[in-house]
């Protein structure tokens, strides 16, 4: 399918059965890809607010914004790929990772601000 190509349906809207009426609805596949892209985007921003409560939860001492700073930064290591499935996964490893050596106070790892 070409981003220009339409998808055509009917939407039976039957109230009264007296008065039956239907919706047509055309959409380009490009604006189809387009809206499922945003939920996945809104899929994935819900998914890393509950890895910035994990992980704050878990990291209570080094604090709330320091946990959401680490989870940012994590996840910016990934922008620009195009799967993004298992970024929250991915994010929650890595971050938990730098988190611990933050807590243990490793000289090593500094954070960006």
Partial sequence: MRETDTISCTVDTEVNPEQPSAEHFELTTGALRQ?????DQLQEDQ???????????????????????????????LDGNPIRDYVPVLVERTAK??????????????LAV
């Fill in 47 to 77: 998914a890393i607010a509950k890895v910035v409560d994990r992980l704050a939860d878990r990291f209570p001492e080094l604090g709330r914004a320091r946990v959401d700073q680490v989870v940012a930064e994590t996840r910016r290591l």
């Fill in 35 to 39: 809206q499922t892209q945003r939920m």
């Fill in 97 to 110: 990772a730098r988190l611990r050596q933050i807590q243990v106070g490793d000289p090593s790892l500094v």
